[in-house]
């Protein structure tokens, strides 16, 4: 993103970097104090199918990925404050709805509501990251990719802290962790109509013009669509932590408390190792690493479609495929996420970003709409050990293992490699 104003031109108001990083954390604590245990709820206490399960899921997180091409068409359009505060209230209503919903219809309702609130703020903050990034980069500061690996540190740390306040409150009811995260998000909304400058844009160029009239260039990017497509694959590894986890949990015999103790490793890796990994992936460069972390990612499925058909071991032992999984799904992660978010920049060019990440969310969208449709049935089979129960492990270990290899092709043997070569970075930014 070019850090410089047209001349005579007066520069957007800037968002402070630690205003982010601080909102994430609330932002997840709020999250992650009731999403762990939906899917808990609605097999528990609501008796949904696992096909009902994996369909809640897939709504609310397509309703929120698939969606943010919308937000963020409309945040470089109308601003990001007016979409960040519509997106806090729309999440609001839609956790209000998902914890006292008591059938099917109304779950599907709360859970979309909570997902287009997401849709809403999610690509603002990111475009906001992002600038915020490459106006540090350019004052010889933290770099975008840095800035992104500081913001999953901190948003880690809020997934800490939401599970174990949901498990305490998950001991009253479902009802009360709902009402919990419904109250976080009321509070952000006023943390960010106080803080937020009402003159921020998505883009460091002051021609608003210029902005209403390129929200749709990402879908005619034919580089940018194949990127978006094979790393879709990695935001529906990411939602087994939902959907498939509980399974295996389930399977091993642990109580539902062992879930909150996954999230909080998934946690404490992200904040011990994820600074760590970004400087090894900025040494590697995008071309080893896309593929590698997708990689790590179907291995983790692997291990757990190994043991599957097999009775689990006893105590805690039982838990470690469980933790062999979320360990590399964590991993996976760390590597690939702030290297495609630092790329996002380089496809939009002097575009306004809040449309490209969007676009790269709603990818993974769609991707976890028809994974969790297909998953979600076939892991009704996994809870009792038996030659079937592999099948969903191993369906979910393939599509990690078809993006890495399809990355490995695209940014070594097709144009799109030009975008990971620093030289066509440090012009595109």
């Known amino acids: 993103m070019a850090s410089e104003t047209p001349e005579g031109a007066a520069a957007p108001p800037t968002v402070n970097p630690r205003l982010l990083l601080v909102s994430q954390l609330i932002f997840n604590a709020g999250f992650y104090m009731v999403l762990p245990f939906l ?75 909570t997902g287009v609130g997401g849709a809403l703020f999610s690509p603002a903050v990111s475009a906001l990251v992002a600038l915020a990034g490459s106006a540090s980069e350019a004052r010889g500061g933290p770099s975008r990719s840095q800035l992104f690996a500081r913001l999953a540190v901190w948003s880690e740390c809020g997934a800490v802290l939401g599970p174990l306040l949901g498990a305490l409150l998950l001991g009253v009811s479902f009802q009360m962790v709902s009402l919990a995260g419904t109250l976080v998000f009321v509070v952000m909304f006023g943390v960010f109509y106080r803080a937020l400058p009402k003159g921020i844009a998505t883009t460091q160029r002051a021609d608003r013009d210029r902005e209403r009239t390129v929200w749709w260039r990402p879908l005619g990017d034919k580089r940018f669509l194949a990127f978006i497509a094979v790393y879709s694959t990695g935001l529906l590894s990411y939602n087994q932590l939902y959907l498939a986890l509980p399974v295996e949990i389930e399977r091993a015999g642990a109580e539902p408390g062992a879930l909150a103790v996954m999230f909080m490793v998934v946690s404490a890796l992200v904040i011990a190792l994820q600074l760590p990994i970004n400087r090894l992936t900025r040494r590697l460069g995008a071309a080893i690493s896309l593929p590698l972390g997708f990689l790590i990612d179907a291995l983790g499925f692997a291990v757990v479609a190994l043991v599957a058909p097999a009775a689990p071991a006893g105590g805690w032992w039982g838990l470690a495929p469980a933790l062999v999984l979320v360990s590399a799904i964590a991993v996976a992660r760390m590597v690939v996420n702030p290297v495609a978010m630092d790329l996002v920049p380089a496809f939009a060019g002097d575009s306004p970003l ?76």
Do not use: K, M
């Open 39 to 113: 899917a808990t709820h609605l097999r528990d206490n609501l008796a949904l199918a696992g096909a009902a399960v994996g369909l809640v899921l897939g709504v609310r997180t397509f309703s929120q990925q698939g969606l943010f091409v919308f937000g963020g068409a409309l945040s470089d359009a109308l601003g990001p404050r007016r979409i960040i505060l519509l997106g806090c209230v729309v999440r609001t209503v839609g956790f209000l709805v998902l914890g006292f919903a008591d059938s099917l219809v109304p779950v599907l309702i709360g859970a979309c509501l």
């Open 354 to 429: 809040g449309v490209y990440y969007g676009a790269l969310a709603s990818a993974g969208g769609v991707a976890v709409l028809l994974g969790n449709a297909l998953v979600g049935d076939l892991l009704d089979a996994a809870l009792i050990p038996s030659p079937a129960a592999a099948l969903p492990w191993w369906t979910l270990a393939i599509l990690p293992a078809v993006s890495a290899l399809a990355f490995v092709a695209l940014l070594r043997f097709s144009s799109l490699g030009e975008l990971t070569r620093p030289a066509a970075r440090v012009e595109a930014s």
